[in-house]
């Protein structure tokens, strides 16, 4: 009887505390399921294979050659391990080579120190499916990428919970991001530092609201910006787009004291952001005479201005072309009906093919076949400007073609941003057995097309608000989203890095709508 008696106690004891501490409680709780689906979906991830990144072979020899000589360089002409000291110390300071950010690479050369078995492989060992060596390391790396895939997930749940108070809705979100998150490892490490930076810039400029300017906040907004760029390299103009936001807004707002202390923390993070993104751009600059953290803007922008030559019936076909093949019902669609009702007249949708070595607008650039490389050609051979400087010459001649088709490129900006609106399906290592899980992720595919464009107008909706501040937290994802359906062709993966805000948003307007209509019915209610 006192047995019972004393289980009894310790229930209503449980049950007081949790009255007390519900909130806490319930908190913690969905923290653990938020880590359980995340493990039981992607611990698969950690398999060994060849890692998923864009260009992983590249930024892997890279990763070697900084991890064993202390060279940034990618030479497959040389073979490093010949040389001796005095030649590497040469070679390290005749090296130009700048063609990628640095940040993914160094992430990769990290681990590699930490395997000194690797100085028993060739530089491209880790992109060597069977290599025993390889795998090993890879799976250090996945295991790490994993846990940074995990607090990818758990930060989109703390920072809409920050901005709602809604746990329930919070969690929400974070089911529906962990069927999205990226398995890209580049876009996994650009996602936190973005995502991070936006809210320390968000509270930075927020406590501006009370006269006050936070320094801890500035310095941690500018260095995860610093990181991201070295990381992605696209976002080396938004640091400068910062402070021209800061002057806009400082218009904007009407209270001096407040404007003037927004002024200046849009300056400072900028000039924090300098400060440890300017040893690479100087670097750059003295051995490559070009003041950028990496080399690639001109095949980038080449590539765009070829696409930029593309015939009108292209342009109008480009539309169904680019139209989501997520989920499936929109690819069966495109298809079996889009594509048979119009096809462009000339050259059909051929040229939209990635692997069209002929005449594919993609790949004649990258394969040095397109318009755009024999105007650069012709301009190395007759500009002496350039120096011979291949990467200049075709930056030229991808200004040159698109100021030539200015219309053009200016219309394409529709269509690429269009094609932003895909979000790729991240299931190739995710355990899909589960039944229900799978029914999870088909219906998040019917709305994952609506998610870009939902951000695009919430943004619009913040700034006619006047949530300048709000929407500081929106802009440097809605930086990378303009200049991408600007300046490049938008591949899919482009728009992964900036996912974490997309559907933090989300939360943050549901949120809104939510307290709308609930005041709306409550109204109602009363009336009657």
Wanted: net charge positive; aromatic share 18%.
């Amino acid at each position: 009887m006192n047995y019972k008696n004393e289980i009894s106690d310790i229930f209503k004891k449980l049950s007081e505390l949790y009255k007390k501490n519900n909130r806490k409680i319930n908190y913690l709780i969905i923290i653990f399921l938020l880590i359980g689906l995340s493990l039981y979906l992607h611990l698969p991830y950690i398999n060994g294979d060849r890692l998923s990144a864009a260009d992983s072979n590249g930024y892997e020899y890279l990763a070697y050659n900084i991890a064993r000589y202390g060279i940034y360089a990618v030479d497959t002409d040389i073979d490093l391990s010949l040389l001796n000291k005095a030649q590497l110390k040469d070679y390290k300071k005749n090296n130009t080579y700048y063609k990628r950010d640095p940040g993914y690479s160094i992430y990769l050369a990290l681990f590699l120190l930490f395997s000194p078995e690797m100085k028993t492989q060739s530089p491209s060992f880790l992109d060597e499916q069977d290599n025993p060596i390889g795998k090993k390391v890879r799976k250090k790396i996945q295991a790490v990428t994993l846990l940074l895939m995990l607090i990818l997930i758990l930060s989109v749940f703390f920072i809409t919970y920050k901005f709602t108070s809604q746990l329930l809705l919070s969690f929400i979100i974070s089911i529906i991001f962990i069927f999205s998150v990226p398995l890209d490892l580049k876009c996994i490490l650009s996602g936190n530092m973005l995502m991070w930076h936006s809210y320390f810039l968000y509270l930075a400029l927020k406590k501006t609201e009370k006269k006050i300017l936070n320094i801890f906040y500035v310095f941690i907004s500018g260095l995860l910006l610093a990181l991201l760029i070295y990381t992605k390299a696209i976002y080396q103009y938004w640091f400068i787009l910062i402070i021209f936001s800061g002057f806009v807004f400082f218009i904007l707002i009407k209270d001096n004291k407040k404007r003037v202390h927004f002024l200046k923390t849009s300056i400072l993070i900028s000039v924090i952001t300098f400060f440890f993104i300017s040893p690479w751009l100087i670097r750059n600059k003295i051995k490559a005479d070009d003041f950028s953290i990496s080399g690639r803007k001109g095949v980038i922008l080449a590539i765009r201005a070829e696409y930029s030559t593309m015939t009108w019936g292209e342009y109008f076909g480009s539309f169904i072309h680019y139209l989501s093949g997520q989920p499936e019902y929109l690819f069966r669609f495109r298809e079996n009906y889009l594509k048979k009702l119009y096809s462009p007249p000339v050259y059909g949708y051929r040229r939209f093919d990635r692997n069209n070595t002929d005449d594919g607008l993609y790949r004649t650039v990258k394969w040095s076949k397109g318009k755009v490389n024999k105007l650069a050609n012709k301009l190395l051979e007759e500009d002496e400007s350039l120096n011979g400087n291949p990467e200049k010459a075709i930056t030229k001649a991808a200004k040159i073609m698109l100021k030539e088709n200015w219309f053009k490129h200016l219309m394409l900006t529709f269509t690429f941003g269009y094609r932003g609106f895909t979000i790729r399906n991240s299931y190739t290592y995710i355990n899909m057995k589960n039944e229900l899980l799978n029914k999870i992720k088909l219906i998040i595919e019917l709305f994952k097309v609506f998610f870009v464009p939902f951000f695009l107008i919430t943004s619009i909706f913040l700034f006619i608000k006047k949530k300048y501040y709000m929407l500081f937290f929106y802009l440097p994802a809605l930086y990378c989203y303009s200049i991408h359906a600007f300046a490049t062709h938008f591949i899919p993966r482009y728009i992964e890095s900036i996912l974490p805000i997309i559907f933090i948003s989300l939360g943050i307007t549901s949120d809104y709508f939510f307290l709308k209509f609930k005041k709306f019915f409550s109204k109602k209610s009363i009336k009657n």
